[in-house]
């Protein structure tokens, strides 16, 4: 539970905006594990960092 008072953790809204993407492609991709999420209660969340890396490592970018 630490985690989620030192981690950004943003909805699925906001990590589709910041990847510049519709949230259900987002969704889409959280079905398929394409991208690092994580499901607290019932809503599925995401690590600012953990997104921001996945960009970067070039994971993100899809066939």
Same mark, same amino acid.
């Given at each position: 539970?630490?985690?989620? #008072?030192?981690?950004?953790?943003?909805? #699925?809204?906001?990590? +589709? *905006?910041? *990847?510049?993407?519709?949230?259900?492609?987002?969704?889409? &991709? #959280?079905?398929?594990?394409?991208?690092? +999420?994580?499901?607290?209660?019932?809503? &599925?969340?995401?690590?600012?960092?953990?997104?921001?890396? &996945?960009?970067?490592?070039?994971?993100? +970018?899809?066939?």
């Amino acid at each position: 539970m630490s985690d989620l #008072i030192n981690e950004n953790y943003i909805s #699925i809204e906001d990590a +589709a *905006l910041f *990847l510049n993407i519709k949230s259900v492609t987002l969704r889409k &991709w #959280i079905k398929d594990k394409n991208v690092p +999420a994580h499901k607290i209660g019932k809503q &599925w969340k995401f690590k600012r960092s953990e997104l921001e890396e &996945w960009v970067k490592s070039g994971k993100s +970018a899809m066939d």
